[in-house]
């Protein structure tokens, strides 16, 4: 054999690509599977026009038509027109321009809960069932420790805490992430504080029953390093359940955020989330009722679709249930 | 609620009909022979229309405490006067009037000493007498540093009120010591007898509040003993509760010993919910004859309810309440220019849909005696003036305006008033203000540490006079004086006014000091009085306002004796 | 089992210890006190107060304090009404406890049904339908769809009361069935988003096991169809089920906030709301640690439950 630049294969490396290719295949037919589905693909392309609209409207004013933060006292409670699409609201301003402000403001709390759910759900869950027993018990008391705290009462508590602070980034000092302000990142970091225990024991569950397959036991005997067996074989095994889990727990932030502006707690303006447009509707139930059903009709498209698009992929994702 | 429960109920009831006939017909007798001295307890001409019947449901807010010498809520307040009453009770035109009182006080010629004489063979609910020592246990109570009474301020003026209430950290024997002091005594079983320091025009008007309301000398084994519960406890007033579930309901009977005016009713309801817009939904269904309006549906109650929705102005001011030592509202011109550069009428319009009055008075008209308007062109909407004002500050167009921040509650109303007012000044003044959102006690607790440059906020009135609204409010370093208004012209004139007998030479020093305080806005440039609006169902009558700060639930809540249906 | 059980209750005890002083902590962090009222108190009123409830003493002397009367079980008194905060928490448990009870009734009964149904038409219109009617209400945040429930059922329709100030089943026993017009729409009105999360769950686990080899030799062996569904399906469906159970159940039971509110029901949800808004210090705590009690009990239940269940679970 001629000595050449190519590294000699090591013997496991041939097993590593074939798990590759078949992790591939696992994606592939998911993602077959997932297409398959028409109430989930439907939900999907539903979810990614709300979200593309919403967001052209925060770049572009042809699509937002109107500032959704000045009033017109000329023009209040109007119902829908040509001028105003979906009507106006008590202090004048444009029901179509603030429905897609709260409408992405809504939705990065949805996503930023999540994000932040499974950075915390994933490592805890994680670190407990691979770190030993006495981490494992110190986590899980941890993980009991927030579940068994009020969920409103930690969210009420911490959002007080750190509300209106001269912080960076989560309060009203420099330097701040662009499209993220600091109330955003409070409420985000609030709601996320009381829902991440479902996901640290999913994770934790899944791994502990991922780490006795054999599979997992045979890459371990072929000498491949811890993180790696993690990173390449168990991970990718527990994803499945964890992007299940976030799909339904995005519209669950959703509806935490409106109800938190129900007891007054909700986002100040000049920001809007479906939750607070959801707050002034209430009180115009009775004399403008537009006000109410425009993002009540959102906030329940964007259940349905994040519950529909859940439902798929649990399908999709789970080996059990192929058939 | 069960059926046997029912039954129950109307036995009991029935046999309190007969006992309260009984008791009616003796304490007539009685009048008869004292040559009936008039006043409430005057029988109608019409004869026998003096039983009581039907039942009234009100929507009502849960009150904090059952205690009349401890809580200063409105909501606790309207349910003092239903069952207790003081020695007298403001009439619908805010004077006092004997109540468990036989007539005016007796005032010596110091101004110093006011005696007063009880109606004879008065009773507790219970059937035990009701003296003069009930009375002096109750001023005692407020008067308490273990009691800490929100409103001992108002018996500030009575002699060693004070001394007692601020030995909180003295002796169990030193606090015995000081409420012995205290300026107020049992002549006789029927005659009570106040000294006060200062002749204050005013005092009759305090012992017709619950914080001078007995307090049962037979229930209660000292001065620092626990208040008695609403079913524990024993009532003078008109009525007296018969059953009570916390944050649920309470049931109201007619107090047997009640000596005024016989009530109309057998039964009041009260149903404690926390939102209006759910009473209002209660009131159309007719589980609720009588409640407060929901004032963001006010457009549509005006045509659904055209006949049945009552508006009545409250004495209540809400305005911008700047802190006069913060830049730039220490500025006047700076407040002036936000005065002129807000449009009440619209503001009123927009944001409360006429559920308030615009205005640029601090005192209500029912309290100065004047027409309103006056400061109109001082502080009212006036674009060109604001910028002038402005530019005089040193800000012309708003160019290098200081970071301004408006502190509010968090509730929709004042989202949507936060952001009006946010518009308009960028509109008028082309300044960018900011808004910051708490929820209630933060805001509180901001302005008590006066932490803030500007608020929206003002005043409701405790008692029935121009004094309320300046003394311990307008004075520097006064104590009530979060935004540190301190004009030395205002101090001399309210000086001059608070213990001045002559009554008109009063009113007119506090007509004076409300032009000084808002001349320059110290403090406060008022936007407007709030409006009452309730809605009550066309079978009831009876419901008479009188503007007293517990009316902000149900009109006429001073007078719930007054109260009649036709639904039977 | 119960060396199980008696390692589990006592491992709570750190855990409540733990809650308490986390909550302590952030509760005093908060801005504004109990008496930073709208109309500021007098000095000498605010001194007097402090003293009244012992909130002159520095923070640690009163942590010490309250972890001595929470030995004793004793919660103290209510800053905002003097009363005894024990008797609060009774009473208003009892009332969130029959709302909980109730819904959990109606979410789980409705749920089972409607993902049962669900699963056995799979993919046809019954699916769709059963799905549809399950997330429909879901769909609605609950403080939209309270006012809705009320306006159409109550104001125009008349079939129902606005106010549920009663809401309760104590009397039923006794053949007094009067607010039933105060029952229904709450019940409703809370049960509708538990019940679409049931109804999901059950068809995702139904699914699975009807395609089990067991299930396939039942039907083949000749049961009648009923009978598959229900003792061998229904059955085996249920593990994952009972997972989700214990904690809806023991989030219905703490008490709902924004039903107890719209629906003016004295229930633990809105009091607890309402005391951490009023700064009611001792009231925060205690319903706190109660809730935290319940939960970490709830789980225990759960968890004993799993293993009644699922044979295989050992402890």
């Not at chain 1, 409420?187 to 991440?196: L, R």
Request: net charge neutral.
């Amino acid at each position: 054999m001629a000595a050449t630049d190519q590294p000699i294969a090591q013997p496991y490396d041939f097993l590593e690509q074939q798990f590759h290719t078949k992790q591939r295949g696992l994606w592939a037919q998911a993602w077959q599977r997932l297409l398959r589905n028409r109430l989930a693909v439907a939900a999907g392309v539903i979810l990614l026009v709300i979200l593309t609209v919403s967001l052209a409207a925060d770049f572009s004013r042809t699509v937002q038509r109107y500032d959704p933060t000045v009033p017109d006292f000329q023009a209040t409670e109007q119902n829908p027109s040509r001028d105003h699409w979906l009507g106006t609201d008590t202090l004048g301003r444009d029901l179509w321009a603030r429905l897609l402000q709260g409408t992405l403001f809504s939705l990065k709390i949805g996503l930023g809960t999540q994000v932040i759910v499974l950075l915390i759900g994933v490592t805890i869950g994680m670190a407990a069932a691979l770190a030993g027993r006495y981490s494992d018990t110190i986590l899980m008391w941890l993980t009991d420790l927030a579940y068994a705290f009020p969920d409103l009462l930690a969210i009420i508590l911490l959002r007080q805490v750190l509300l209106g602070r001269d912080w960076p980034i989560i309060g009203e000092g420099d330097p701040q992430i662009p499209g993220f302000n600091g109330v955003l990142l409070v409420t985000v970091i609030a709601i996320s504080f009381v829902s991440w225990t479902t996901v640290a024991r999913l994770v934790r569950g899944q791994m502990l029953s991922i780490k006795e397959q054999d599979y997992v036991a045979a890459a371990r005997a072929m000498g491949a390093s811890p993180w790696r067996v993690v990173r390449v074989h168990m991970l990718p095994n527990t994803l499945s359940a964890v992007i299940v889990s976030a799909t339904f727990g995005i519209p669950l932030a959703i509806f935490a955020e409106a109800t938190l502006g129900f007891i007054g707690l909700g986002v100040p303006p000049p920001n809007a989330s479906l939750g607070s447009l959801i707050g002034s509707g209430l009180d115009s139930i009775q004399v403008h009722p537009v006000q109410l059903i425009w993002p009540t009709l959102m906030v329940a498209t964007l259940m349905l679709c994040f519950t529909f698009l859940g439902d798929g992929l649990r399908d999709a994702l789970d080996p059990r249930t192929r058939h | 609620m069960t059926k046997r429960y029912w039954r129950m109920l109307l036995s009991m009831l029935a046999i309190v009909a007969v006992a309260a006939a009984a008791v009616a017909c003796g304490d007539d007798d009685d009048n008869g022979g004292s040559g009936g001295s008039g006043g409430a307890t005057a029988t109608s001409p019409s004869g026998g229309s003096a039983k009581p019947s039907g039942t009234i449901t009100i929507g009502a807010t849960q009150f904090e405490t059952w205690d009349p010498h401890f809580s200063d809520f409105a909501q606790d307040i309207t349910h003092f006067v239903y069952v207790w009453r003081g020695l007298y009770h403001l009439d619908v035109n805010d004077h006092p009037q004997p109540a468990m009182a036989d007539g005016q006080p007796q005032v010596s010629s110091d101004g110093k000493t006011y005696t007063v004489k009880l109606k004879k063979d008065l009773k507790w609910s219970d059937g035990q007498p009701l003296t003069a020592e009930d009375f002096v246990l109750g001023i005692q109570r407020t008067c308490n540093p273990d009691v800490a009474g929100h409103y001992q301020y108002i018996l500030t003026n009575i002699v060693g009120c004070d001394d007692y209430y601020n030995a909180a950290d003295k002796s169990a024997a030193e606090k015995e010591e000081l409420r012995k002091k205290v300026g107020v005594r049992a002549v006789d079983p029927l005659t009570l007898e106040v000294k006060i320091q200062e002749p204050q025009p005013t005092f009759p008007i305090l012992l017709a509040l619950w914080p001078t309301f007995p307090a049962p000398k037979h229930k209660l084994a000292s001065v620092d003993a626990p208040w008695p519960g609403p079913m524990e406890n024993v009532y003078n007033g008109p009525f007296m509760p018969s059953a009570y579930t916390e944050k649920a309901s309470m049931e109201l009977k007619p107090n047997p010993n009640w000596v005024g005016t016989p009530v109309g009713v057998e039964k009041v309801v009260l149903k404690y919910v926390d939102d209006p817009a759910v009473l209002n939904n209660a009131y159309r269904t007719g589980e609720v004859d009588a409640t407060v309006a929901n004032k963001p549906e006010l457009d549509k109650l005006k045509t659904e309810f055209a006949k049945e929705l009552q508006l009545y102005p409250a004495t209540r001011t809400i305005g911008l309440e700047f802190n006069v030592t913060k830049s730039p509202v220490d500025k006047p011109e700076v407040r002036l220019a936000l005065s002129q550069a807000t449009d009440r009428a619209t503001l009123v319009k927009v944001v409360f849909k006429d559920a308030n009055t615009p205005t640029t008075s601090w005192v209500p008209p029912a309290r100065n005696g004047l027409k309103g308007g006056e400061y109109d062109s001082i502080l009212g909407f006036n674009p060109t003036k604001a910028k002038e004002n402005l530019a005089k500050a040193g800000y012309p167009n708003g160019q290098g305006f200081p970071q301004l921040t408006l502190l509010l509650v968090d509730t929709q109303t004042n989202k949507l008033l936060g952001e009006f007012l946010q518009a308009e000044w960028k509109k008028h003044l082309g300044i960018d203000i900011k808004l910051e959102f708490v929820d209630s006690k933060t805001r509180s607790s901001r302005f008590n540490s006066s932490d803030f440059q500007l608020v929206t906020g003002g005043w409701q009135e405790d008692y029935p006079d121009p004094e309320n609204w300046f003394l311990g409010l307008w004075e520097t370093g006064a104590s009530l004086n979060k935004t540190k208004t301190s004009v030395p012209a205002l101090d001399q004139v309210i000086e001059k006014a608070k213990f001045n007998t002559n009554d008109e030479q009063r009113r007119q020093l506090y007509r004076d000091a409300e032009k000084i305080l808002l001349q320059e806005a110290n403090g406060v440039a008022p936007l407007w009085h709030t409006l009452a609006a309730f809605l009550v169902k066309p079978h009831i009558s009876g419901m008479v306002e009188n503007k007293r700060p517990g009316d902000t639930f149900v009109p006429g809540d001073w007078y719930i004796e007054l109260w009649k249906t036709s639904k039977k | 089992m119960l060396a199980y059980t008696v390692r589990r209750v006592l491992a709570m005890i750190p855990l409540i210890v733990a809650i308490a002083t986390i909550t302590f902590v952030l509760m005093h962090a908060v801005e504004g006190g109990p008496f930073d009222s709208d109309k500021p108190l007098p000095p000498a009123t605010l001194e007097n107060l402090k003293k009244r409830y012992g909130l002159d003493d520095p923070l640690p002397v009163q942590y010490l304090n309250y972890l001595k009367n929470l030995a004793q079980f004793d919660f103290g008194i209510s800053i905002a009404n003097n009363r005894n905060i024990t008797d609060i928490i009774r009473e208003r448990m009892g009332v969130s406890i029959q709302l909980g009870i109730a819904t959990f009734l109606f979410a789980t009964v409705l749920g089972l049904g409607l993902g049962i149904f669900s699963s056995l038409n799979q993919n046809g219109i019954g699916d769709y339908a059963g799905v549809f009617i399950a997330t429909i209400g879901a769909a609605m945040p609950s403080i939209v769809l309270a006012p809705i429930l009320t306006i159409v059922f109550a104001v125009k329709l008349g079939w129902f009361n606005v106010l549920s100030s009663d809401y309760g089943f104590t009397d039923w026993f006794r053949g007094d069935f009067s607010n039933w017009r105060q029952v229904v729409l709450p019940t409703v009105a809370l049960g509708f988003l538990p019940m679409a999360f049931i109804a999901r769950i059950t068809r995702a686990s139904m699914l699975e096991v009807l395609r089990q080899d067991y299930v396939r030799t039942a039907r083949a062996k000749g049961l009648a169809e009923f009978a598959v569904v229900i003792r061998h399906a229904a059955r085996n469906a249920m593990i994952p089920v009972l997972t989700v159970l214990g904690p809806i159940f023991a989030g219905l039971i703490t008490g709902s906030l924004v039903i107890e509110t719209l629906f003016a029901i004295p229930g633990l949800g809105r009091e607890f709301v309402r005391s951490v808004l009023i700064r009611d210090y001792g009231l925060i705590m205690g319903v706190t640690v109660f809730y935290a009690v319940v939960i970490a009990f709830m789980n225990l239940v759960v968890d004993l439950l799993y293993g009644f269940a699922d044979p295989r679970i050992r402890y």
